[in-house]
Nanobody, 121 residues
Framework: QLVESGGGLVQPGGSLRLSCVAS????????MGWYRQPPGKQRELVAV???????IYSDAVKGRFTISRDNAKNTVYLQMDSLKSEDTAVYFC?????????????????WGQGTQVTVSS
């Protein structure tokens, strides 16, 4: 089970930190991903962190978002800075997908319920 939190309404240029608590076995051995689904659009990959904390980011968020993990808390974070209106979306985390260092293939059986992020003045 994955539970996301930390979403909300923020002004452009602001920051939010999302959290995803994963009640899964062997959390530290799993790659974790953050996705988002903007209104009326398909779900898209935002960031991935491997079990050894290697990371990748989509071009849209590179330099503004930071993914991290705390294995002691079974939690993955997404620090979002310099937020833009186009970052408005429901954000989901995914656990245990396949990550080859460049591409992440999500685990279809492991999605959270999502948390809404709205960037608006």
């Amino acid at each position: 089970q994955l539970v996301e939190s930390g979403g909300g309404l923020v002004q452009p240029g602001g920051s939010l930190r999302l959290s995803c608590v994963a009640s899964i076995a062997h959390f530290s051995l799993n790659a974790m991903g953050w996705y988002r689904q903007p209104p009326g659009k398909q779900r898209e990959l935002v960031a991935v962190i491997s079990r050894s904390s290697n990371t990748i980011y989509s071009d849209a968020v590179k330099g503004r978002f930071t993914i991290s993990r705390d294995n002691a808390k079974n939690t993955v974070y997404l620090q979002m800075d310099s937020l833009k209106s186009e970052d408005t979306a429901v954000y989901f985390c995914n656990a245990g997908g396949t990550f080859d260092g460049r591409r992440y293939f999500p685990n279809p059986r492991s999605w959270g319920q999502g948390t809404q992020v709205t960037v608006s003045s």
